[in-house]
């Protein structure tokens, strides 16, 4: 079983290439309610998501905690080999550590796979240019293939860009990014852009945007303060009207659907 989060898509395009070259089923980690391999031992476990501020989401923290715990009724639950696979724009410092403590294990492998960025919320980020975006994902092939080679072989492995400085950015800066960034009040709706049209809410993978009338009745997005941070609502509004607070004005929007229909 893989079990993904993805945001903008990259780590679904990822985890949907590894389970054809590997025949195993995908399971979104969000709003699954119980573990399909509750009680029993499952073989093959993957865990496919971004690296966010040189660790992870807290969506996939939360389930990461969960997936090996235990309950007094259940026996802990068990995953032969289990690997991860973290897509990043750039470099991911220690995030499998990270990905590490909440499990409570030491993953079996470990793969970082470089992907489009899609992160502009501070000065000086904005998405790679369509031809990085193009090299990027014809790479991410060969590297899923050879990734998967690994699985099949069930090496130990780490095959990782740490980048530099990995201690500090994700025990100092992390934290920090945590906690001042991953937040949805500076999300800003430009009412004259906005169409109503519910993509946001639709492409937000927890559920954390309601369309409601606001302004008469105008119906525009609101956030519900459970953010994970992953930029979905901005990079999928087709007219641009989504911005957080003023960093992302002026920045580009990444379409991973749109690339791929134009190479
Ligand atoms: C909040 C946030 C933080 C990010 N932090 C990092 C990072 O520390 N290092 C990096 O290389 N890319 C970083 N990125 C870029 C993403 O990891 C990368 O674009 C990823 O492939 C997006 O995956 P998705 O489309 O499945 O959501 C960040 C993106 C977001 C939204």
Redo the contacts with the bound molecule.
């Keep these: 079983m893989i079990y993904y989060?993805?945001?903008?898509?990259?780590?679904?395009h990822v985890a949907r290439h590894l389970a054809d070259a590997l025949g195993e089923r995908l399971c979104p980690m969000q709003g699954i309610s119980g573990f399909p391999f509750e009680g029993e031992e499952e073989a093959l476990v993957g865990l496919v998501?971004?690296?966010?501020?040189?660790?992870i989401p807290n969506v996939v923290e939360s389930f990461a905690k969960h997936l090996l715990s235990h309950s007094p009724e259940r026996e802990p639950r068990k995953a032969s080999y289990l690997y991860a696979v973290m897509?990043?724009?750039?470099?991911?410092?220690y995030a499998d550590r990270i990905l590490e403590a909440a499990l409570g294990r030491k993953l079996d492998a470990a793969f970082s796979v470089l992907?489009?960025?899609?992160?502009v919320?501070l000065p000086g980020f904005d998405v790679d240019s369509k031809e990085v975006c193009k090299k990027k994902l014809r790479q991410e092939e060969t590297r899923v293939e050879e990734i998967a080679g690994c699985i099949r072989e069930r090496r130990q492995v780490r095959m990782l860009t740490r980048?530099s400085f990995p201690r500090t950015?994700t025990y100092v800066l992390r934290p920090l990014f945590n906690r001042f960034?991953?937040t949805d009040k500076y999300f800003r709706v430009d009412a004259s852009r906005c169409i109503s049209c519910g993509r946001c809410s639709k492409m937000c993978p927890v559920g954390n945007i309601l369309i409601t009338p606001l302004q008469g009745d105008r119906e525009l997005p609101q956030w519900q303060s459970h953010c994970t941070?992953?930029?979905?609502c901005y990079h999928a509004c087709p007219y641009h009207a989504i911005n957080f607070g003023s960093a992302t004005q002026g920045k580009g929007q990444y379409n991973?659907l749109a690339l791929r229909e134009q190479s």
């Design positions: 989060f993805s945001g903008t898509g990259n780590s679904l998501f971004p690296v966010y501020a040189w660790g897509t990043c724009g750039d470099d991911m410092g992907m489009p960025n899609v992160y919320c980048g950015k960034l991953v941070g992953c930029l979905a991973l």
